[in-house]
């Protein structure tokens, strides 16, 4: 296989071919992609301009290598799941373990805002669900899911929505979350929630208004995150 004549680097369109090809589910989470040799002799390049492009999906959370493996399509596990995207902490930095409740879960049409973050037709059909996530055994976040049903076919009858939605996503949908955008601000807890969070209607609560992006570049899930922090930190790590 030819690579197309342009002004990218050579191992950029090594990247944006294999990425198309994890796009088109060529190759499917946690299995093995071909050696490095191999896809070399393919792509008619070196195997230094294939390894280039490979550490770039791996640096990228789209694949991950395997001692003495080789390298795999990266799948999401719990583990994984809480490590990348689930920020709150305690205070010295540890990473706990939430539990999940579902306390709701509904059809209806996406808002103008929604429709514009998810790039969907006016009025096309989403769910909204609402989770609480305890930890410690403390309820700390009120959370807004909306879900498109274009994307998410009758997730919304999905008996295990208290597991982490981004393992759903994958496995019933071929849906691979691999970054997500946060937004931070404080506000005040909204009237409807603050119960289930122990607090008053208006108590202050940092709120994480977040888009998740799937492997194609799509946001395909919007949430809102109201999150108490008098004993917990939000923390990013970055490497």
Known sequence: MTLSTSFQPLYKQVYDLLTKRLVEGHWKPSEPLPSEMALAEELGVSQGTVRKALNQMVTENLLERRQGKGTYVAEHTQESSLFRFFRLREPNGETLIPETKVLASSRRAANQEECAKLKLEKNAQIVELVRIRFLQGEPVIVEKVIQPLSVFP????????????????????????????????????????????????????LMVDRSSINIDGRVVEISQAYCRTDKFIYAVHHK
């Open 154 to 205: 009758d997730i919304d009858k999905q008996s295990e929505l208290s597991r982490p939605l981004y393992i759903v996503y994958q496995e019933s949908y071929g849906i691979s979350i691999v970054s997500v955008h946060d937004e931070l601000k404080a506000t005040e807890m909204p009237g409807e929630y603050a119960k289930e969070l122990g607090l008053k209607a208006g108590a202050s609560v």
